[in-house]
């Protein structure tokens, strides 16, 4: 594969920090000195722990840049200062998080939350496709969530959030493709990354006020307790995730999705085994209000199958 140039958004931390590391120390990545690997996050004075991170690569085969995804202007001024406005590989990945009973969240915080996760991916999409399409040449590679497939309790707006994108790079995939454009949307579920302790964060200063009682109880008593045994279970690394977009971006036929945790493979194939909806709801129901039990042996299980394949796998 020759040199390609990829841009990658949010590399203040986690994911998008991973996958740029990672790519920059790819060998079709460093055989252009510089610029081959375009790590970009909305605030430069994040830009030390990439910096440690990114070690000899760093101006490189890695260069940092600001782009903030919530700002046409920052997004142009980022591609416009890059040789020929080019950009083969577009890694969308800043996103944020948000959970809680609905009641909890205000307007302007749930639309901000879609001016990132989903405009700011529209917002790139604008400025690099074009450029795509004119060369007939691209990969357009989303951060999406397994939550994108599945919507989860005290997630509805993030995950409404991760739908419009799955249905927004479904749409046009079409298209690109007529001009030799890929897209992938990267599916993860719980990933260990600063994204968790923030919304942990702000999950434990919620001010439940103006919620039911019930509605409260059932968020912290249930909810909290069991999502953070999820987390703790089956999280992947930030590494993993960075390994399997380095594979997708480098793969010849790159598949359209991708989920990067099989453990979630069953919860999404009953989505898709029942049309009208009821099966994935039901399942969810029995064993976050009857099955408890259950459902804290299933992860178990779970996470001994994960440690299985892992070991299998290397
Ligand atoms: N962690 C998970 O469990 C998980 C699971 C599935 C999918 N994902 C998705 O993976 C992606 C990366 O998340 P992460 O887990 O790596 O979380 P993270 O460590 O919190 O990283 C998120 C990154 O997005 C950046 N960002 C936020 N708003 C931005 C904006 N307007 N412009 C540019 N950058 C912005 C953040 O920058 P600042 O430092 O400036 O805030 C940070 O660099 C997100 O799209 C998330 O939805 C995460």
Do not use: W
Not at 69 to 91: P, T
Not at 135 to 157: A, E, T
Not at 227 to 236: D, E, G, I, T, Y
Not at 286 to 301: C, Q, R, V
């Amino acid at each position: 594969m020759g040199t390609r140039r990829v841009l990658v958004t949010g590399c203040s931390s986690g994911i998008g920090m991973a996958v740029a590391v990672r790519l920059a120390k790819e060998k079709g990545f460093k055989v252009c000195l510089c610029e081959a690997v375009v790590a970009t996050m909305r605030d430069l004075e994040k830009r030390e722990p990439l910096e440690r991170v990114a070690g000899d690569t760093l101006n490189r085969s890695l260069e940092i840049r600001q782009l903030d995804a919530c700002c046409e202007d920052s997004i142009r001024e980022c591609v416009d200062s890059l040789q020929d406005r080019q950009v083969d590989v577009l890694v969308s990945n800043a996103g944020v998080g948000m959970i809680g009973p609905l009641e909890c969240q205000s307007m302007s915080d749930m639309q901000g939350l879609f001016d990132t996760n989903f405009f700011g991916l529209v917002r790139l999409v604008k400025e690099v496709l074009p450029d795509m399409k004119r060369r007939r040449s691209g990969h357009i590679v989303v951060m999406s969530s397994i939550m994108g497939i599945q919507g989860l309790l005290f997630n509805d707006v993030y995950s409404a959030s991760k739908f419009a994108v799955e249905g927004f790079c479904e749409s046009l995939a079409v298209q690109a493709m007529k001009f030799s454009v890929k897209m992938t949307l990267v599916e993860p579920g719980p990933v260990g990354t600063e994204f968790e302790r923030k919304v942990y964060e702000d999950a434990e200063k919620m001010d439940l006020a103006g919620v039911d009682e019930e509605t409260a109880r059932i968020f912290r008593e249930i909810y909290l307790p069991y999502s953070r045994k999820v987390f703790n279970s089956l999280a992947q690394t930030p590494e993993e995730i960075a390994e399997q977009t380095l594979q997708l971006i480098t793969a010849k036929e790159p598949p359209f999705r991708h989920q990067t945790n099989r453990v979630y493979m069953p919860m999404t194939a009953l989505k898709h085994a029942d049309p009208t909806g009821r099966l994935p709801l039901d399942t969810f129901y029995k064993l976050l209000f009857k099955h408890d039990s259950l459902f804290t042996a299933s992860l178990g299980l779970l996470r001994m199958l994960q440690k299985r394949a892992g070991k299998s796998s290397k």
